[in-house]
């Protein structure tokens, strides 16, 4: 029996290794074109949204002075209209006789015309002091220095708990307006026998 040559050998071997080659690449193309392409992650961007940002971080400052801070998990900004709808909304107001607000909801807006923040569905507020009020809808009126709610609210400011039609609150002084009928609830100090 004759043994074939090596030549032999490295030719059969050489025809194997393209082969195998060649059918890797083609099994390859052939999933990569009878694949459906993935979905995109994002969201579609509807015709009046400009710019959509995943976080976004907005100051308003006046001279070296930080007035407030907003910021939301995402912003959809019209240009048009100066208008930015926001998601998971915080917004931190520095100064006035209330040592300053900060204000969490999960939606509202932003009026670059108006300075004018609109927080949305479980709004809370606290103060420095400690005092917290929560509603449906709030605005936050950056030029008077104004938080303006015409939703039923409810506040809470040590022993004291009261429930509104609607508020406004100037941060300057820390003087709030009730509107509609008001109820109000102060405990009581209990004394040791």
């Known amino acids: 029996m004759q043994m074939p040559s090596t030549r032999r050998i490295r030719q059969v ?4 290794i393209v082969t195998a080659s060649v059918a890797l690449v083609a099994a390859i193309l052939f999933r990569q074109f009878r694949s459906t392409p993935p979905e995109t ?13 995943t976080r976004l971080n907005f100051s308003e400052m006046r001279g ?20 930015a709808k926001l998601a998971g ?7 006035g ?13 932003y009026l670059e015309e108006k ?4 927080m949305q ?10 005092m917290t009020f929560t509603t449906e809808q709030l605005e936050y009126r950056s030029v008077p220095g104004l938080v303006v709610s015409n939703h039923p609210v409810k506040v809470v400011d040590g022993r004291l708990t009261l429930t509104a039609q609607g508020m406004e609150m100037s941060l300057h002084d820390e003087k709030a307006r009730f509107h509609g009928s008001v109820e109000a609830v102060v405990e009581g100090i209990h004394g040791k026998d």
């Not at 909304?89 to 100064?95: A, D, L, N, P, R």
């Not at 569905?121 to 400690?130: D, E, I, L």
């Open 64 to 83: 070296n002075d930080k007035l407030w801070d907003l910021t939301a998990e995402r912003a959809d900004y019209d240009k048009e209209t100066g208008s």
């Open 97 to 109: 006789k209330a040592g300053g607000l900060i204000i969490t909801s999960e939606a509202g807006s």
């Open 13 to 16: 071997l050489a025809v194997v």
């Open 115 to 118: 300075y004018l923040v609109t």
């Open 41 to 53: 992650a994002s969201k579609p961007i509807s015709p009046e949204i400009d710019m959509s940002i």
């Open 89 to 95: 909304v915080k917004t931190e107001i520095f100064g």
């Open 121 to 130: 569905k479980n709004v809370r507020a606290v103060t420095r002091k400690g």
